[in-house]
T-cell receptor, first 113, second 114 residues
């Protein structure tokens, strides 16, 4: 069973702090990794993707990938109340019918003023 | 505006009824996907299509059917065989279906059973 695991949270951080969201995956052959943000009642929106080991920065967001440990994380610097949402980790895995995105259940983030 | 549209926003199904959810995209994407999301759960793949007139079952295809007659459209039918259809249904598309393609989502349709 190919799995993507995330802590459900809620993760509570004060405004201006760094929020750290973590994700582990089971398929060692996975090659692409995505972070989506989902506000309550809305559809997921892409934050960023990462393919190579190391860090990738985009504004206040940094994705970190460690394929040896099968671990991907998302850091949000200077967290704002508007960042309060559920963050979904998605990993592209090879399934029975080709490539498919496998999603974790998401981590709920609450940024308190 | 380029994007993915889904309709209706809310849909009510009676027992034994088939209902069809619409998904249209004007992004010129080749691949389209249908996911189901239950409260507190991740997204689960129902069906996907890489090209017109071709589609494959995902992890939870039982009780659902799709068609892909046009590149822009990928409707999902929830049949009466789907015994627990209440969920948030999300359509997505990507430029291709390779391992590095990013999927973009429509606004979703919430299906409720009367």
């Amino acid at each position: 069973q190919k799995e993507v695991e995330q802590n459900s949270g809620p993760l509570s951080v004060p405004e201006g702090a760094i929020a750290s969201l973590n994700c582990t995956y089971s398929d060692r052959g996975s090659q692409s990794f995505f972070w989506y943000r989902q506000y309550s009642g809305k559809s997921p929106e892409l934050i960023m993707f990462i393919y190579s080991n190391g860090d990738k920065e985009d504004g206040r967001f940094t994705a970190q990938l460690n394929k040896a440990s099968q671990y991907v994380s998302l850091l949000i610097r200077d967290s704002q109340p508007s960042d309060s949402a559920t963050y979904l980790c998605a990993v592209n895995m090879i399934g029975n019918s080709g490539y498919a995105l496998n999603f974790g259940k998401g981590t709920s983030l609450l940024v308190t003023p | 505006d380029g994007g993915i549209t889904q309709s209706p926003k809310y849909l009510f199904r009676k027992e034994g009824q088939n209902v069809t959810l619409s998904c249209e995209q004007n992004l010129n994407h080749d691949a389209m996907y249908w996911y189901r999301q239950d409260p507190g759960q991740g997204l689960r793949l129902i069906y996907y299509s890489q090209i017109v007139n071709d589609f494959q079952k995902g992890d939870i295809a039982e009780g659902y059917s799709v068609s892909r007659e046009k590149k822009e459209s990928f409707p999902l039918t929830v049949t009466s065989a789907q015994k627990n259809p209440t969920a948030f249904y999300l359509c997505a598309s990507s430029k291709g279906a390779t391992i590095q393609e990013t999927q973009y989502f429509g606004p979703g349709t919430r299906l409720l059973v009367l």
